[in-house]
């Protein structure tokens, strides 16, 4: 897997948090190996790795475990990032929450976010992972601590959620999880969550703005594709996709064409989860859909744009993906 990284303007709420807390975090950057001028710079991003152990030192050098809960006492929408702004201009929370899950990997690429409908109620579930390390229960108390107090600050209203779900044993001192969330509290929960009364989700905010909306979705947007093409892995798809109308392309060529040895583009491809085999396999599947979405091509010219030789070949591997023929999944559009 490549490095995930968390973005200066999360990083900068975390030591906030920790400072509060007592923590002297110029000094444990330098102890860590971090540069604490780098957090003033919008665009620095530091490893996920790095923020759990600034996260397990903070704790042992403040002996406090709920310091993460502090993140709920300094809202600033720049800790979302661009983020931040953009759930401001939303219609409502519910529309803002799904800006959220969207735009998420600017914010911290460590964190995977879920926002559904539940029966009568809306349900923010968050999930952390590390690299190497595995992340700081800390990390998701002081997501979701951050998230409901953002949400009492838009609405200008004291937000009760249904249910605060917290992954890990109850705390020997539960108070200052009652202080902040002000919610049943369920430890030992499968997942990391908060559960929402949909009148909560579902009013507007005041401070929506559909204008700012599109324009904060825009600059996301851009963000999110600068930080994309900094992966080897979508440089490599867009090389197969102009490729493969010439044929099946081979590991030597789309490493030529990335300046890349093929044993460099293989290590690259594979700290970024992925493998070459598997890349074309899923760039082909993602272009077939796409491809049959258009009634102007015949299967035979989308099996000869997706690089296989041999027809036959592309309906294996149809099927392969998605259970049926490509005639069946043109029918079903």
Known sequence: MSERTTSSSWASGIV????????????????????????????????????????????????????????AKG?????????????MSSRTLKEGF??????????????????????????????????RLPPARQSAEASLAYALTFCRWLTGRPITPREVRLQGPAPANPEPYRQVFQAPLVFNADHYGLIFERADMESPLPTANEAL???????????LARFSESRVTHQARQVLCRLLPQGEPKRESVAAALHLSQR???????????????LLDVTRRDLA???????????????????????????????RWFGITPGEYRARL
Not at 102 to 128: K, N, P, T, W
Not at 213 to 223: K, P
Not at 294 to 314: M, V, W
Request: glycine residues 8%.
């Open 289 to 319: 859909e796409q491809y049959l979405a258009q009634p102007k091509l015949t299967l035979l010219e989308i099996a000869y744009l997706l690089g296989f030789a041999d027809p036959s070949n592309f309906f294996r591997a149809f099927r």
């Open 75 to 87: 809202v600033r929408p720049a800790a979302f990032h661009v983020v931040g702004y953009a759930l």
């Open 16 to 71: 906030q948090a920790l400072e509060m807390g007592g923590v002297d975090c110029r000094r444990l950057f330098r102890e860590l190996g971090l540069d604490y001028a780098a957090l003033a710079d919008a665009d620095a991003r530091f490893p996920q790795d790095a923020m759990t152990r600034l996260w397990e030192r903070a704790v042992a050098l403040s002996g406090d475990p709920a310091i993460g809960l502090n993140m």
């Open 98 to 131: 799904a800006r959220l899950v969207r735009y998420q990997r600017i914010i911290a690429e460590g964190a995977d976010l879920h926002f559904r409908a539940s029966g009568d109620a809306y349900v923010l579930s968050l999930a952390i992972h590390g690299d």
């Open 213 to 223: 909306a599109q324009l904060h979705d825009r600059f996301a947007g851009e963000y």
């Open 264 to 278: 460099t583009l293989q290590r690259r491809l594979q700290e970024e989860g992925s493998s070459f085999q598997e």
